[in-house]
Structure formats: structure tokens, C-alpha cells
């Protein structure tokens, strides 16, 4: 497990936040959002915060990288609801020269939610490759 | 709108039969399965269809020619539930030079719980083609 | 079939539009976004929709109603991909005493990617009833 | 983190195998199963896992207990995808009064492609309950 980190659920602890809104179809039958589509979030925030940071996924990808999700870890807290909206914190976390490890918070009004990790590893030609050296720079200013 | 064909609810009307169980992912907050998930049954019944008469996808798919989905139509009848089996029903229903319609019954314990009707395109480099002589062969085997 | 509705493709026919943008988890391996991604999409809008009319859904669920899907129609005309930002235009269409149909534009850059009309039945207690008064008043309001 | 279970990459440390096919809906622009519906294949695994027992899903949940998901990890190795036949290897890793993990190696063909682990807790009206007995005894009899 490459996993290593704890995720805090203190949302000053996030470099960047990402609201996103639940989706009827979402939901399941127990009347909370389903456990597997907290990972469509988390992706949905890193496009975000990629973006955000000048680096939209597209150009990512045109220039040769694709970053591939190698884990996936979720610690569900509190159940989100049908229209509840979700403000997903996340930081990058931790990097090697191959992968990078980001943090995630979801709260609602500021209660916690849930925690996640994910891992990813850059890939070029379904091969691991370095990350792009922006990337790991990125981890280096947040000081982690 | 080209879809033209309205599906009737005897199962003995329809070619070939899957089968499949509801997952509780596919469930909503009304506790019932959501209406959007209908159309992946549709399609896992399509790929196993094609596959019982000697074409898997990726056969059609390697020598050249994709199955693009023009419309898709449902009329919802019954719901689904979580962990019913489920009788997807499905027969070629019309074909043009270059798309074909597929009409489907969802049928639970026998009782009609849905139709729907498919078109699909055959297109080849993003631009529509003839459909394989096969599969218009098909729609005139089953005389409709 | 209850269809009975042509969507327009002319953005300025719809009196309300709700911009999203497509998410990497709703693309497939054909690299466009998959036509059952299309019904969470209208169902997004349809909520926005209600709000902004003063109409936010739990309203409508706490008053004792749901609105059941009874059909959904979708055509298909110029594939969506990751990243698109992609406006919904829809207007209430037709209503009868205890269902109403919703007519959809989806566009990207002002071209329309695809129309859909779904349908829709007030239910109380898993039984049809008349839709609220405001619902009734909304298509004649549209002239329609 | 309640998760402390090391999943095997051996079928043969499995209690219990599901097999299902990739449907062309849970793939996506890279080609390969999006990473998030990992999570509905393990869930499928678990309900047919239950049902093999004797403990129908229903059956639990009519007892007064629902199991819901508090942690989901999953490691991807090798890519799934569309139509792969996998096989769901799980077997009950741990229990506490009130929780169970899972421990589960999805397969194609013999070769590991993923490695899984889900916690879950008893819940009765939203609150922590313990473990229906026969589920705590399950795990002791795994030795485990």
C-alpha cells in the first residue's frame, strides 16, 4: 500500500476547495449518496485544481502524461445527501518521482464529511515515467 | 426522430433473452432502480445478443466499423428493485443502409416492467458506413 | 408512447439554461461521454430549474409529491467529451391533469449536441395524482 | 483508519468467488474501467457472498440491520477492460463487535488486477449496533 498519509479534517489544513452539488442519481436506495461516487468527486476536484493552478488535464495529456489512479482510500463519516452542497478541499500531499498522493476533505457547512486519498502515477506510453517536474514542484511548496 | 418502432410487451415477440440481477448501486433515493441505469442493461443485453450469433463487439470493432448510438427512447412501466432478475428481451426491429433499431421488453417474474427502442449508426473514422452485410441480414431474417 | 414533443434547436425556444461541465468519469472507451450520462444531465437541469422557479424539490417531496419518470427520450446528434462545458436548455412542453413533459437542448458553443423530451407523472403514495397547481399553471404560462 | 487488512494476490486465500463481465458503460476515455466502479463490483460480490450463505441481503435488512460501507480501499495493478470476465475473490478479513472488513483480489484470467478491502459497520435506526451473530461467527471460522 503506497497510501501514507492521514487526511486532516481541519479545511484550513487544503490548499483548494472545489463545491460541487449532489446529484439525485447519486443517491441509493438507503437515501445517501452511494460509497463509490465520492471518486467521481475527487476527480472532479483535481480537474479543478489542476486547472486552477494553470495546468488544464488536456495539455497534461497532449503533452505525453497521463496520470493514472494506482489507489484509492475513502473514509466515510457522515452520509451526504440528495442536493447537499459539498465543498471538496483538497492538497497535494506527498510525491516520489513517479507518483503523487492528494488529500481530500468533504465537508458540508463545515462539517465533516468524509476523508480520502488517492495516488496516482505518471504514465507515458503505459509505462511509469517522471512526473512532470511542475507536479513535483508542487508538492515542495506545500511544505509537506 | 427516427425511432419508429413501438415494442411490444409479449416476451414471445423478442429474439433473445439476458438476464441480469440489480445492483443496489444502481438504486436511487426513491428506492428504486434509476432511470438512467436502464440503458446500460440495454447495451449489456445488445453486446450479449451479438455475441450468441457470432459477433462479439470487438470483432465489429476490429474490422473497422463502430455502432454509434443515435436515439435511445424508454418508457418506464414498473420500477426495479434491488436484487430483482431482470428478463431483457430484445429483437432487431429495422434497419436503414446504414443504422439499425433494437426494441427491448424488461420483464420481472414475466410482468412487463419497461420498453425501449435503440438506433444505432455504423460509422467507420467518425463518418457513417454501411452497416456489415451480417447484420442487415439480420433484420430481414427476423421479417419484421 | 407519451412523447409527443419535437425539441427545438434553436437555444432562444427554451426558457431556462443550466451549464455544466462533463466529467471524466462519465466518458467511455469510445473517448466521448456515454449516452446514459445524458439522463443525469436533464435531471440536474430539471432540479435547477424548480429552484429558480421558487420550487426546490424537497419542497415538492415534503408536500407530498414525487415526480416519477415515465419516459425518456434522448437523440444523440454530436458527441460530448471530458471537459465540454455544455448548457442545458429546457421549458416545460405539455401538461395533462397529472403529468407534464420537459423538452431539452443541450449545447456546446452554441451547437446542439443533442435534444431529449422526458416525461413525467405526480405520484402520492406510489399513485397517480394531479400536479401541483403551480406545475399546471407553468406550461400555460410557456404558451404552449 | 480502520482498514488493516493486506489483501492476498492469491485466489487460493479466498473463501468465496464471484464472476462478472465489464460492461462498455463502466469504461472510460483511457480505454480501460474507470476507477470508481471498482467499488459496485465489490458490493456485488459481497450481496452474492451473503446470498451463498443463506443471508439474502433482504433478509438482513427485514432483521433490522443495515451494513453500511464506513471505509473502501481498493490498489489498481493491471487495467480491466470492456468485457473482461473477472473474477471477485472475497473472503471476511476481521471483525470487531460492531464492524467487518472484506478482503477481496478481482482476477482476469488468474492475473491480479486489483486488490480491495471495504470495512462496514451494523447500523440500526442510523446508530451503531452489534453484528448480527452468524456474521461474527463467520470470521472465526475463516481463522482468520
New interface residues.
Partial sequence: ?R?SV?PSTDPTDYAYTHRLRV??????????V????Y??YL??AR?EYLRSIGH???EIHEAGT?L?????????RLPL???DLVDVHLRMAQTTRTTFQMAYLLCVDDAAHATAVTVHGAVMNNRPTRLPSWLGELADQSGI
Fill in positions: 500500500m497510501t492521514t446529484r439525485f442519481a447519486e443517491t441509493d436506495a438507503m437515501g445517501i452511494h460509497h463509490s461516487r471518486l467521481p476527480e472532479e480537474v488544464p488535464y488536456h497521463d493514472a489512479v494506482l489507489e484509492a482510500f475513502v473514509q466515510y445527501r440528495f442536493d
